[in-house]
Each structure stands twice: as structure tokens, then as C-alpha cells.
């Protein structure tokens, strides 16, 4: 589409350019003027590391404050499409429901219309200009430094500038142009004018990509009379619908919560668009009312236009607002998730890829996917399913119906559950563009880490399935008994981790927990090396037999070690502040050692078995 409009645009505007001078000047304001909004864009992106997520996160706990934040934001920034892109990649990292994220999008409408007020309410009273060049030098000064927040500074400074100096050519170029044509000439009324001009201001928002430029195009065109206040009032409803194509091509890189955001953005401003349009006369007897109240000029249609603008949007939030949980269930029938592929990546999106914290986010939940098909991989090696972890009896059982040793193909399990996702998770890092500094890039090391010990699980559990096959066959009881116990260890270890997950997600502080976890790891290794030794002494089982066993024993410490650490960065991840207190008291690995060589001082001399 994009090449489409390059191909037919440059013919056009070279036409345009040969044919008048001002019509260069509108089309240069309106380029300074994107510009602007890209510098705008780019300043407000270095404060994304972690600032305004964070900001996002605590705001849209609630419908209200979700819309509110949406308002504000969008005041600020000056602009939706950001507001619309940054709420898109939330969604789809998980960090934002679709409800809070629809109340964030019809914020961002209402709070796109301050842009018009600013504009038609001090834009077009001053010179624009005598304030846009010091903002150019000093926010190119900025721009220079090496610090990213006061780079980013500079671009918000640069971008205001521009904005400035794009409003000013286009103000200018429309003065001019009256001289010699008067386009109002071509103004059309009635139904047929409100909805071919529509129409234009829907085309002129695509095009631009900026609801923004099109509005300051709206109201420099309508100052200098180029064209009617009712063809002014059309173009408005068609920008305010064009601007969701922005928000479903950022949709087209997300998954299935993404594509419902933007869907419900183009649902809200197509059903205001068409009320707008239905009820035109009302909205201009309610502005005219709004105007008289104000004490703004009844010729005054720039200001009214965004008292317009404002009124259609809010009427909009008014009318479907109430129902956004019930808009969420329409959404989530409509439109369904592809099917799960298990053995492809679910969360590595381009959207999520944005923004530091969304990148990070969708790393982790990556990571889990890959834990969950390790785990699948673990207990298939032991013939054992999730279920059979509910009940120690029912987990003994399974093992000992399993002691012929079934195979199962560890390498193949690798192949099609691990080695895809990790490799792509793996790559997906490496895009990550953030500093080194960022807190997020920490982040992104641990998770890299915890993906390497739920590949060393699997490993560890390779060498260890070799010996399970093998005794599980043998003629001694002893044998059999003691490999049991080492996969019934595993699988123990396995649902305590998920037990400990279960209390994370129920907002618990469970993390001493994860201290007791590793002190039993090391004391359940300390007693299967004293179990062994104790059989070789009563000669019940071979010298050969207890090498072999002290080996996988090795192997199960190992496999429990990697899980336990894995589960850390996983599943401890989403409030650091509530687990503070905890993190003071979690013992690292020596002092677990230490503890357990005190309770048992035969624990050194055993150590050395491993």
C-alpha cells in the first residue's frame, strides 16, 4: 500500500510544485509538520525504559483510570498513535488487559482533540515561528549530548519546533494561496459534501498517517477561509476515523489481544463517526450552545471546530464506555487465537518488540513456554504425565508400573519442543536495542540464564534416562528401588516448583520457600549418597551399581538445581518491591551449604561422593 501511494504521490506533488508556489508551501508545512511529530515520537520513546510503562501499569488498574490516562497521555505527547502503539504492545506482552487497553484508546480520541484547541485557540493568534527557532537550537543542542534522557529532551524540543514551523508555513501558504484561488469555490454541500469530504479527510489520514497533521490542515485551511466550517466539520469525522489505520497496522506484528485492541479502536470511532454524521445538526446546535457559553465569536469556526471535534468524541466515550466488558466479550467471540503450536514461539511478537519493557515481558513468558515443554520432556522420561503428581501415592505408583523402562525419544522431544523456541529466543535478544545500563538489560541477561539451565535439565536428564532404562529391567530389587526414588525426587521437586508458582501468582511472598527448595536438594543428594553407600557396605548392590547411582545422582541434583534456578527468574519477576524484605533473607548457594555442613557435619566428607 505504502509504494502505491509513493508511486502515485510523487507524480502529484512535482504536478503541484510546477503549479503554484503556495501549494509547495502547504505541502512543505505539512512535511515539517510530520516531521515534528516524528521527533516528537522519538523523544517520548526514550522515556520508555521503564518510566512510562511503569506509569501505565499503576494507571490502568481501573475502566476510569484507564481512560484518564488515555486523555492525559495523549494531551501530552500529542499523539494517539503512540498512546494506540504503546497500549498495543502491552496487550500483547500480557502487561494489559483488553478492557483497560480499550479505555486507554478512547481516552487517546478525547485527548487528540487538544491538539485541535491548541491549534485553532493559540496556534493561529501568534507567530509560531519566534517560538519554534530557539526550540530548534535547543533542542539540536540536546540532541548532541550522550545521555538518553536529555537526548530525548532534545528530540521532544526538536519536535515542538517543527510542529511550530509546520503550522506556521501551512498558515502562511493558505493566506497566500487566496490571492489567487479560492477553493471554497469547490465547496460542496448537503449529504453528498459531508460525505465525500469525509471521505477526504479519512484518504488525508491514511496518507499522512497522522490525525494530528490532518486536523492542523483542517483548521489553517479553514482560517483563511479555504473552505466551508461544514465541509470543515466532515473532514474532522473522516480523520477522526482514518486515524485507526495507524493503530491496525501496529496490530498486524501482535497477537490475537493486539488485533481485538484494534479492532475495538475502529469499532469506537467508526460508530462516532457515524453518529457524528447523523446528528450533524444536532452537534452544531450543541456547539453553537458550547460557543455562546464560552464567549467565542459565532464566526469564530476554527475554535469551534475543536469544540466540535471534542463533543462528537466525547459523546462517543459517553455512549459506549459503559459497556467495554461486554464490548471485550464481543471481541474475544469474534475474533479467536490461532491455534497453540507448542513447538513454535507464542510470544516473541513485533509489537511486544517496542518497548523495553514489553521486550523483556515477552522474553519471560517465552522462557515459561520453554520451561513447561522441558518439564513435558522430564516427566516423559519416566513414563509420568502431570496428573500423576497430584498425590505421592499415585506418583510411586506410576513409577513403579513404569520400572520396564519405557523409552522415549529425549532427542526427538528436544528437536520439536526446545531447540526451535530457544534458538528464536536467543535471536530475539539479540535485537534488543536498549542500553546496557537499563534495568531491562539486566532482565534480559537472567532470563538468558534461565533458559541455559532448562536446556541443562534436559541434558542432565539424557544422561540420566540411559541407567533408568537400564536397572528398571534389572533383577535387583535394590536397584530398581533406589532409581525409583531418584525420578520420584524429580517429580516431587517439579510440582514444588509449580506449588511455589501457584502462590506467586495468588500475590504470596513465597520466596523463602525457594531457600527451603534448594536446602532439600541438598539434603535429599546427602541422603541417597549415604542410602548407596550403606547398600554397598550390606553388599545388596554391586560396587559397579553404586558407581552408577552415585553418578545419577549427580545428574538428579543437577536436573533440580537448573529447575530451581530457572523457576527464580521466572516466577519472581513481576512485583521486585513486594519480595525486597525476602531478597534480604533468601540465602545464596554457600550459605545453604553452610547450613546444611552444620546440621550435619558428615555432610563435607560426603560431599566429595558428588
Known sequence: MQNILLILGVPFLIYGFWL?????????????????????????????????????????????????????????MQSSSLVSIITISFISAGLLELAAG??????????????????????????????????????????????????GLGYILAGLGFLFLGIHYMKESFEAIKETLDLVEYAITGIRGLLIYTLMGFAATIIMQSSHATMVLIITAL???????ENALALAIGSNVGTTITAILGSL?????????????????????????????????????????????????TVKLAIFHS??????????????????????????????????PKYLTDSAAGFPETFVESVRLETIHLYENAIHIVLKTFGLHRRDLLDNDMLWAALQKDSTGTYYDIDAGYEKRIKGIFSAIIEFISQATFSREMEQSSKLYWLRNSGRHIVEAIKDTKHLQKNWI??????????????QKIAFQIALMIREIEQFRQKIAQNELPLLSLDSLKSKIEEDDLQVTRQIEKLIREKKITPQTGSSLINDSAYMYSIKSNLVKAAETLFL???????????KLALNDSEIKQVIEKINPAYEQNSDLN
Open 223 to 229: 482560517a483563511a477561509h479555504q473552505i466551508t466550517y
Open 573 to 583: 519477576h513481576k512485583s521486585p518491591q513486594m519480595f525486597r524484605p525476602e531478597l
Open 20 to 76: 503554484s508556489n503556495d501549494f509547495t508551501g502547504i505541502a512543505a508545512g505539512i512535511s515539517i509538520f510530520l516531521f515534528g511529530m516524528l521527533a516528537l515520537e522519538q523523544g517520548f520513546n526514550a522515556f520508555t525504559g521503564g518510566t512510562l510503562e511503569r506509569i501505565l501499569r499503576k494507571t490502568t488498574r481501573t475502566n476510569w483510570r484507564s481512560l484518564w490516562f488515555g486523555i492525559l497521555a495523549t494531551s501530552l
Open 470 to 483: 537400564r536397572y528398571g529391567r534389572s533383577q535387583s530389587a535394590e536397584a530398581r528401588d533406589e532409581y
Open 102 to 151: 480499550i479505555g486507554v484508546i478512547f481516552g487517546a480520541n478525547l485527548g487528540t482533540s487538544t491538539g485541535a484547541w491548541l491549534i485553532a485557540g493559540f496556534g493561529l493568534k501568534v507567530n509560531l515561528s519566534e517560538y519554534a527557532l530557539p526550540l530548534l537550537v535547543f533542542g539540536i543542542l540536546f540532541i548532541f549530548q550522550g545521555n538518553k534522557k536529555i537526548k
Open 311 to 344: 463533543l462528537f468524541n466525547l459523546f462517543g466515550i459517553i455512549l459506549l464506555f459503559p459497556f467495554i466488558d461486554q464490548l471485550v466479550k464481543v471481541l474475544e467471540k469474534i475474533i479467536k487465537p490461532a491455534k497453540s503450536n507448542i513447538f513454535k
Open 253 to 301: 506484528g501482535a497477537n490475537v489481544e493486539g488485533k481485538r485492541l484494534a479492532a475495538a479502536h475502529f469499532l469506537f470511532n467508526m460508530v462516532t463517526g457515524v453518529l457524528a454524521l447523523v446528528l450533524i445538526q444536532y452537534f452544531e446546535a450543541c456547539v453553537d450552545w458550547v460557543a455562546q457559553i464560552l464567549t467565542i465569536a459565532a464566526d469564530n469556526y
